[in-house]
């Protein structure tokens, strides 16, 4: 029973972090900046879960509760670049070009919230996910300096939402870890100006 407990203890954690954080793309709070997290690709395009998390950018953009949203995925191999096809997809869908920030190491998601606060300097964040990995994201991004909101998209649930869904159990203790001890990223680098920048553009580039 105490192993139980003990398995247990991380997602407890994950769900009284976020309590309270959670919104829709309706009734968000204006926000700045909003983070997408990538979800994978197929044939180099975003992935049906990715691009759901797009489309609620891309929706929060056009009702203007956020400014600049910073997409963060893996581009860890030359032919694999998360970034440039989640900003490809949200350009072709009325989001200018301007307003998008790309953070191509966002190799896993405690390594995204971190970039986000020490590279690109977001202070304050709504992170657009699935439902299933919101509450991760909103935790961690607290733990890495980063206040911000979660919004869930919904998605059919098949088996690709209950093996993401199940997987969260696991990856709870590894966010527990992170929040703990704090890992650099895999990689850091030096203070990038993007989202500031386009903060302060017209976004019509």
């Not at 247990?8 to 972090?17: C, G, K």
């Not at 790309?102 to 657009?128: N, P, Q």
């Not at 935790?139 to 909101?149: I, K, M, N, Q, W």
């Amino acid at each position: 029973m105490l192993a139980c407990v003990l398995a247990l203890l991380p997602a407890t954690w994950l769900f009284v972090s976020a309590d309270g954080r959670l919104r829709t793309t309706a009734d968000v709070p204006r926000t700045p900046v909003a983070m997408v997290f990538g979800a994978g690709l197929w044939n180099g395009e975003p992935s049906p879960y990715l691009a759901h998390r797009l489309d609620a950018a891309a929706e929060l953009y056009h009702a203007g509760r956020i400014e600049v949203v910073l997409v963060t995925g893996d581009n860890s191999r030359e032919e694999y670049d998360e970034p440039d096809a989640m900003r490809a997809y949200l350009t072709a869908h009325g989001v200018p070009d301007g307003r998008i920030v790309s953070d191509y190491a966002g190799f896993d998601t405690w390594d995204s919230c971190v970039r986000a606060k020490k590279i690109f300097g977001v202070d304050r964040a709504v992170l657009i996910s699935q439902g299933f990995h919101i509450r991760r994201a909103v935790a961690l991004c607290d733990a890495a300096g980063v206040t911000s909101y979660g919004v869930g998209v919904d998605d059919r649930h098949d088996v690709t939402w209950y093996y993401g869904a199940a997987r969260e159990l696991v990856a709870a203790g590894k966010a527990a870890w992170d929040a703990v001890f704090r890992p650099e990223p895999r990689f850091l680098g030096p203070r990038e100006a993007g989202v500031s920048e386009a903060l302060a553009s017209d976004g019509a580039r």
